[in-house]
Every structure is written in C-alpha cells, then in structure tokens.
C-alpha cells in the first residue's frame, strides 16, 4: 500500500514529475519506436518547453508508461481479452473466468493501470499546459505536439471511462490540485470529444516518425468515441473521411502464416496501420507476445507464460468457418489443461531474447477497424446498405485469401439482412478480426450483447459489478474529493 500511494503522490507533484520526465525520457526513451530515435536534453522547469527538440522530447514522454512495462498495455490487453467469450485466463487471470468481479490480486492489477493511465495524463497535461509558452518555438509547432498530447490525453480517458466509468479529469488547468472529485462519464467524453477535435485539426497527415498520431488516427479514434456514446451520424462521417482518403488499404493474405505479414515481429509499417504502438530490441520491446506463447513452440525466443488460451469446445471456435484463415491462428496444446486446449499465435517472436524482447507491434487501430466503424454506424443511421456491407466484407474476403476489393462467394449479401441481423454480423466479424487485439469486452458492452453472448459461449452469468472495475484503494485514500462509500463503483 505504501508503495501504491508513493506512486499516487509522484502523479501530483510538479517537481516529482518533472524529474520523472527527465529520468523517463533518458533511460526509455533512447527509440521511442524502430523508425524514431531520439535527442533526450537534460530538463530544468525553468528553460525547458522552448524549442521544437525540447517540446517533443516532452510529447515523447507521455507513451513509455502505456508502451511498456508489467503494468502497461501487455497487461492491459490481456486482462481485457481475459473478460472475451472466446479466451480464458490461467494463473493469476483465471479467475476473470468467472465474470463474478475481481478479487484481490486483479484488483490490484486493475489499479496499476490506472495509475498507468494518469502518469500518461499527467505527462500530456504538462505539454498541453507548458508547450504554448515556449520562446523558441513555432506557433505551428506547438498546435502540433499540443495536439499529440491531447491525442493521448483523450485515448488514455477513453480507456479509462470504459473500464470505471466517471472518473476524475485531471487536466492542464489543475495540474498541481491533489484532490480531484470524480466526473461523470458524460464530462468524461465530453473532455475527449473536444481532445480529439483539437487533435484532427491540428495533427498532421502523415509523419516521417512511425508511430506518431496523425490526423486520421484521431479521425478514427473519434469515430469509435462518437460510435460509443450514440452520435451515429458522425461516427459514421469521421470513419469515411477516413475511408475516403485513400491512404489505406488491407494487406492481401492468402494463407494463415502470411498474417505475420501485419503482426509479425518484422513488418514496418503496412498500408492499414493506423495508431501503432512501435518497439525494437534496445530495452523498448513488446510483453504481450510473452504472455501469450507456449515455451515447447518456439513462437516466443525466451519462451512464454501461456497465459491465455481457449478451447475447441467452445462454441464461438466450433461455430467458425474452418476456411476463414484467422481461425487458423489458433492451435491445439494439451499443457495440461486436456486435448482440446488451444493457443494464439497471432503475435510471434522467435528472435526475441527476454521476456521483453520482442518487436512486433502493438496495433490500436487498424484499417479494419474503420471499415467496421464505418458499416456500425451506417447501419444505425441507414439501416442495411450496400456501402455498409461492402465494408464488412472487404474484410472477409481478405480473410478467405481473395482479394478484398473484388465481390466473391462468400459475400454478405445485403438482401438477406436486416439491420438487427447485420449488426449482429459486424459484431461476429470484429471478433473475428481484432482476436487478443483488446476490443472484443468493449464490443460487447457497447452492443449490450455481453450478457447473451458470455452466457451462450462460456455459460457465465455475468455479475453486475464485472462490468466496471473498481476505483483503486489508493486513489480513495489519497484524492480527499472523492468519498469511498459514494465513489465506489457498485459491488466493491
């Protein structure tokens, strides 16, 4: 406990965090990404945030908490896969098998996260906040890194609100008020919305530096928000200009190993990356594919935890068509859990040398996710429409191994759906596509479909304290706004 409020404390602490920025960006940030080195400048409060060097060495700061680490988003996902109806948890993760709340490790665990996400915040908040006083710094280069930083702000939030729900918003404007009351997740979004509305304007189109938000990842990612909250009719027109601009496509696939050819440990930057996070050999490495890997395969150098896992009984496995080629990305090992266990190789290293070694990229949204958040929210402002379909199956043709532009047999044909029925299929074909990518739990909860779909694939009655994690014990004893009887999410 000790610890965690130590932590808590360097959160909201402007000296402390100052020098954790300066000890963040000169021990982590040698390769922020396998394409971007780079400069770290020792920081003093006072003549730091002046140049364009200064500024985004600041900006780089704010991903390491999230990029990396045992607590975060290696972890991160696989808690949010553990909560699927497709993968269950072994070890510490098993008991998110039962969808009955967190006991007290992943209680714990959950509360790592948050702190994670707010030192992220708190970075972003210190750019945002510093950034426009700069004396050597162009007005067009403060708009740009104030809006990466806002970017981050409002995905981090964005994360935050789905797994707490309100939460405190700590922004630029309180940046040294230790007690913060809780938001409702209403002012959440809203904080996000406007986030991401500076960040479309202001973030380039493209970037030299792979793994930099650019305008479209913000267009998307506000597409997803708008898509959460109901705003249908935008979500759908941010995902289009999207689509519309022309700058990503699908990766042609024609066999299950050529899917090494978007996630494997080799791969630079495809047409349909979008938001990334990128990782190289030199202390910057990827966790999750360790986590995921069985040590008798090879798929991970430094062997594996095999702490995910699923079964051919299940009946979302026993249910998909054996020609799709993502179903291939799953095989069977008996580790003791009987023959019908079955392992991921979606994320492979055979190279890495450590338990964080290795290099493949962590996607946050990829092309796919447009194509689907475009067809979703089509289909609830227009019901069942040829735009909308096409989306969706362009990305199942690309999972047959035909080409993703040209009409085949195994189309969704859009005479045979109505509209209940067709979101019903983008909801199937998203889990299909996005399998330990950390979006399936939120899919679910979004469609109100969790319940239904956790009861028939993994027969759990979900508890209604599962669906929001608990507001950390440390946050409620050091944030006096916020009362642990009244703040706390219901059932903890």
């Known amino acids: 406990m000790q610890n965690q409020n130590n932590q808590i404390n360097a959160l909201f602490n402007v000296k402390i965090i100052h ?27 006072e003549n730091f945030y002046n140049t364009p060097e200064e500024v985004e060495a600041a900006v780089n700061a704010i991903y390491p908490p999230i990029r990396l680490g045992a607590t975060g988003i290696a972890p991160y996902n696989a ?24 006991d007290a490790v992943n209680t714990n665990r959950v509360a790592d996260f948050w702190e ?33 930083a806002r970017f981050m702000r409002a995905w981090c939030y964005f994360h935050l609100v789905r797994n707490w729900g309100g ?10 008020q230790r007690d913060v009351p809780r938001s409702t997740a209403e002012e959440v979004y809203a904080l996000i919305d406007s986030d991401l509305r500076v960040a479309e304007t202001y973030l380039p189109e493209s970037t030299a530096q792979p793994g930099r938000p650019t305008k479209w990842m913000a267009k998307t990612v506000l597409s997803d928000v708008l898509l959460t909250i109901g705003q249908y009719d935008e979500a759908r027109q941010k995902a289009d200009e999207v689509i519309q601009s022309g700058v990503f496509d699908l990766v042609p696939v024609t066999s299950t190993d050529d899917y090494q050819q978007i996630f494997g440990p080799n791969v630079g930057v495809t047409p349909e990356e979008i ?24 798929y991970h150098g430094a062997g594996g935890a095999y702490a995910q896992y699923s079964e051919t009984t ?13 179903k291939g990305l799953w095989y069977t090992l008996d580790f003791g859990q009987g023959p019908n266990t079955l392992l991921q190789k979606k994320f492979i290293d055979p190279d890495a040398a450590d338990t964080y070694g290795a290099i493949n990229d962590f996607p946050l949204y990829r092309y796919p996710d447009v194509l689907f958040l475009f067809a979703e929210a089509d289909a609830h402002v227009n019901g069942v429409t040829a735009e909308g379909v096409e989306a969706v199956n362009q990305v199942k043709r690309r999972s047959y191994g035909l080409d993703s532009h040209t009409p085949s047999a195994i189309d969704y044909q859009a005479s045979t759906l109505t509209t209940e029925s067709f979101l019903d299929t983008i909801l199937q074909e998203r889990a299909y596509e996005f399998q330990f990518e950390g979006k399936r739990w939120f899919d679910l909860k979004r469609s109100g479909k969790a319940a239904a ?32 009887t009244t703040d706390q999410n219901p059932g903890y």
């Open 167 to 176: 939460v405190p918003l700590r922004v630029e404007t309180n940046i040294e």
């Open 314 to 326: 299940n009946p979302f496995y026993k249910a998909w068509d054996d020609r799709d080629l993502r």
């Open 19 to 45: 020098n954790l920025l300066f000890l963040i960006i000169s021990s982590l940030l040698a390769s922020c990404t396998k394409d971007l080195d780079e400069n770290p400048k020792n920081i003093v409060v």
């Open 79 to 102: 808690t949010l896969e553990c909560h699927t109806d497709y993968a269950y948890g072994r070890g510490s993760w098993a008991q998110f098998n039962d969808f009955a709340g967190l």
């Open 116 to 148: 994670t996400f707010y030192l992220a915040i708190r970075n972003a908040n210190l750019v945002i906040a510093n950034a426009p006083n700069g004396d050597a710094i162009s007005e067009e280069d403060i708009n740009r890194y104030v809006g990466e």
């Open 275 to 298: 938001f990334h996070f990128k990782y190289n050999r030199q202390g910057q490495g990827n966790y999750y594919p360790w986590i995921i890997n069985h040590p008798s395969t090879g």
């Open 453 to 484: 779909i956790i009861l028939a694939n993994k027969g759990k009655t979900i508890a209604e304290k599962h669906y929001l994690w608990p507001i950390p014990l440390s946050e409620l004893n050091f944030n006096q706004a916020m009362d642990a």
